[in-house]
């Protein structure tokens, strides 16, 4: 997701910032774009292209979790400000304590789109 930001806005990767993949590894996981920077500015103010990111940045970072599933396997987390349901593997925006722990960020912003994507995810794991 990273480096398909830094591409697109023609910056080097460690530009990039703040990147979230909400859900799971299926094919409905949501890269969030909207909280995402790059070189400090939000991604929507740099890549203007929103077809780009809603419709082939997406399917490239659905598809490619499997890939990942396959090799580094699953973590859940319990307890969360987003509504999430306890015991479900569903990625969350996390930060790095830099000792091995993490903790959640809180200050996340929502649009529609990102809003309507997440509860997709969420419908698709309640069978």
């Known amino acids: ?29 949501v890269p969030d774009f909207l909280n995402a920077k790059l070189d400090g500015l939000p991604v929507k103010e ?3 292209d929103t077809k780009w990111l809603e ?9 490619r979790g499997g890939v990942l599933i396959k090799k580094m396997g699953t973590v859940y987390t319990t307890g969360n400000p987003y509504g ?6 569903f990625s969350m925006p996390c930060r790095s304590k830099g000792d091995g722990d993490y903790e959640l960020v809180k200050d996340i912003i929502f649009d529609d789109y990102l809003f309507e994507r997440i509860q997709k995810v969420i419908l ?4």
């Open 1 to 29: 997701m990273v480096l398909q930001l830094a591409l697109k806005a023609g910056v080097f990767y460690d530009k990039v910032s703040n990147v979230t993949i909400w859900g799971n590894h299926f094919t409905t996981q």
């Open 46 to 48: 740099v890549i203007k």
């Open 55 to 63: 419709e082939d940045f997406t399917q490239m970072v659905q598809t």
């Open 84 to 89: 999430i349901a306890d015991d479900t593997v």
């Open 124 to 127: 698709s794991l309640e069978w």
